[in-house]
């Protein structure tokens, strides 16, 4: 069954660093994998979208890459700020369904 | 771009009562939607598939007669939380298949409903 961890499961920086969330998973046949942004309370947010053929995505401050033979994917986020704060969370697209993992919560200190 | 209209965004309910969530794809034909339920401070968790005009395959451990679910058209997918308890309490949300032209087989997903039973 696939596994999908992510580390860290919090992390606080302050505004202005560059930082990496990592994301992996057990089962590397996945059809693509994505980064949302989920806001207390809300729905979720698509930030990137990388096919099982791609290796990388960027949007704005925003970079995510992807190693599908070693089961691992990181979203990179350069000059944080605080507006960035929020849980982001991995998910990898099988032939029918997906999987999430429990998210790494983001605060971004002025 | 493909966009998923979830509704109602909250609802309070006494226990034993129904509530309906509906989901809708606006701009786009889903012929396979997905609701998850999120508790607080933990991950999304897949409840149900369901595929226009036919029954959903639900995940071990979720109840088929309590949460029924209806995808009736290709456009819309309702679920349905039945003589509800104040342990269903949660975040339900959705998410439907989009077709390659406009998300590269991405998923969207509905802005989510927070169920409160009282």
């Known amino acids: 069954k696939q596994e999908v961890t992510q580390i860290p499961a919090a992390l606080s920086v302050p505004e202005g660093e560059n930082l990496v969330l990592n994301c992996s998973f057990t089962?590397?046949?996945?059809?693509?994998l994505q980064w949302f942004r989920q806001d207390p309370g809300k729905g979720l947010t698509s930030l990137l979208l990388?096919?099982?053929?791609?290796r990388e995505q960027t949007s704005g401050r925003l970079n995510a890459s992807l190693d599908k033979s070693s089961g691992r994917s990181t979203l990179y986020i350069a000059a944080s700020q605080p507006g960035d704060s929020a849980t982001y969370l991995c998910?990898?697209?099988?032939?029918?369904?997906?999987?999430f993992g429990a998210g790494t919560r983001l605060t971004v200190k002025p | 771009g493909a966009v998923v209209s979830q509704h109602p965004s909250w609802v309070i309910c006494k226990s034993g009562t129904s509530v309906k969530i509906e989901c809708r794809s606006l701009?786009?034909?889903?012929?396979?939607m997905f609701w998850y339920r999120q508790f607080p401070k933990q991950s999304l968790m897949l409840m149900a598939t369901?595929?226009?005009?036919?029954?959903?395959?639900?995940e071990q451990g979720v109840e088929k007669d309590k949460f029924l679910i209806n995808h009736a058209s290709l456009t819309l997918s309702t679920l349905t939380v039945t003589s509800a308890h104040p342990e269903d309490s949660s975040f339900y949300i959705c998410?439907?298949?989009?077709?390659?032209?406009?998300?590269?087989?991405?998923?969207?997903f509905g802005s989510g409903t927070r169920l409160t039973v009282v």
């Open positions: 089962d590397s046949a996945i059809y693509n």
């Open positions: 369901s595929n226009e005009g036919s029954k959903a395959t639900y």
């Open positions: 990388i096919q099982s053929s791609q």
């Open positions: 998910a990898v697209r099988l032939l029918a369904d997906m999987r």
């Open positions: 701009d786009f034909q889903a012929t396979t």
């Open positions: 998410s439907a298949q989009g077709q390659e032209i406009t998300s590269g087989y991405g998923y969207t």
